[in-house]
């Protein structure tokens, strides 16, 4: 009978120092895979960010351009309009002499 008891608490120590083990590398195993999860992820995100960071420099690119265009047409309007109000003063002056005939 003693040896019965003894035979137990050995199976008891043992399944109980294998079931530590079995947890600790469960552990180790679950962790390792939850850092390559969190890694991927924020691997991802950085790429994502990437990716918009170079969208807005691209848009800020086109409303460079498209300013710089705004002023070349608000220039050739100013020139357009100096020479229309010149064209009108000479049309004016030609009514004036067709009317004094």
Known sequence: MVTQEVLAYIIG??????GIIFAVIAYKRNN????ESKGKENG????EIGYI??????IKR??????EHH???????????ESAK??????????DKINTM
């Open 86 to 95: 010149s064209a009108h003063h000479r049309i004016d002056g030609l009514e």
């Open 32 to 35: 390792k895979t939850d850092n």
């Open 53 to 58: 960071k170079s969208g807005v420099d691209d």
């Open 62 to 67: 086109k409303q460079e351009r498209q300013e």
């Open 71 to 81: 002023i070349e047409v608000i220039s050739r309007l100013t020139t357009v309009e």
């Open 44 to 47: 991802m995100m950085m790429t």
């Open 13 to 18: 120590i043992v399944g109980t120092v294998s």
